[in-house]
């Protein structure tokens, strides 16, 4: 049971570089979400889905977009890569009362 | 807005004693989900034990309780029997109101919890 699968899981990018971080799940969940987690910080909310279509805005969601095109992959997109945005990228699949995360992926802009 | 607090940055314990992490939470709805997520070394993100704001009992799982006390707005955790692996980062975090999904959580800043042997 392979659960949530993140890949890459390190990536250096220059800035202004695009690329697309991939999140597959295979528990057939209705709802994902993308969050990051910054030096001494916990989680914050980039986008989240709850279901094939239906994207919204979390708490950061800006310098990224998601699409939801199939219950199984929810993608995290960099347009334009900055700094700021060196972190290491969660995504979830969740029911209610469980998240379940995949192993993360650490993303360093230069 | 929700808001989860945790106020001890780390804590030490040793082997085979019971330690409590603290968590205070602000949220203006009366139906919420709270949380407690794992974090070791290296990476991962391990759910502990989910408590419903309806919940008239306190969760357990194993050796993790949480000591719910709603009128204070407090989600304590309570790791009994420290063990070495026990050692980790730990996040409170909370959905409000639930949506049937847990998508939307509200993470605090995480104790780093060191059990010495």
């Known amino acids: 049971n392979a659960g949530v699968t993140q890949t890459p899981k390190f990536q250096v990018l220059k800035t202004g570089q695009s690329m697309t971080l991939q999140c597959a799940q295979d528990?057939?969940?209705?709802?994902m979400s993308w969050y990051r987690q910054d030096p001494g910080m916990g989680l914050r909310l980039i986008h989240y889905?709850?279901?094939?279509?239906?994207?919204d805005q979390g708490e950061v969601p800006n310098g990224y977009n998601v699409s939801r095109s199939t219950t199984e992959d929810f993608p995290l997109r960099l347009l334009s890569a900055a700094p700021s945005q060196t972190s290491v990228y969660f995504c979830?699949?969740?029911?209610?009362?469980?998240?379940?995360f995949g192993q993360g992926t650490r993303l360093t802009v230069v | 807005a929700q808001k989860i607090t945790q106020t001890q940055p780390g804590m030490f314990v040793q082997e085979k004693e019971a330690v409590t992490l603290d968590c205070t939470y602000d949220t203006s709805d009366q139906s919420y989900g709270l949380f407690w997520y794992k974090q070791p070394s290296s990476g991962e993100m391990i759910f502990l034990i989910y408590q419903g704001s309806y919940d008239e009992q306190n969760a357990t799982e194993g050796r993790y309780s949480l000591n719910f006390q709603k009128a204070r707005k407090s989600a304590n955790l309570v790791i009994s029997a420290s063990q070495l692996g026990d050692s980790a980062m730990y996040f409170c975090a909370i959905e409000a109101p639930p949506t049937g999904g847990s998508e939307k959580l509200v993470f605090g800043k995480g104790t780093k919890l060191t059990v010495n042997p």
């Open positions: 889905s709850v279901g094939a279509g239906i994207t």
């Open positions: 528990m057939n969940h209705e709802y």
């Open positions: 979830a699949s969740s029911e209610a009362g469980e998240a379940f």
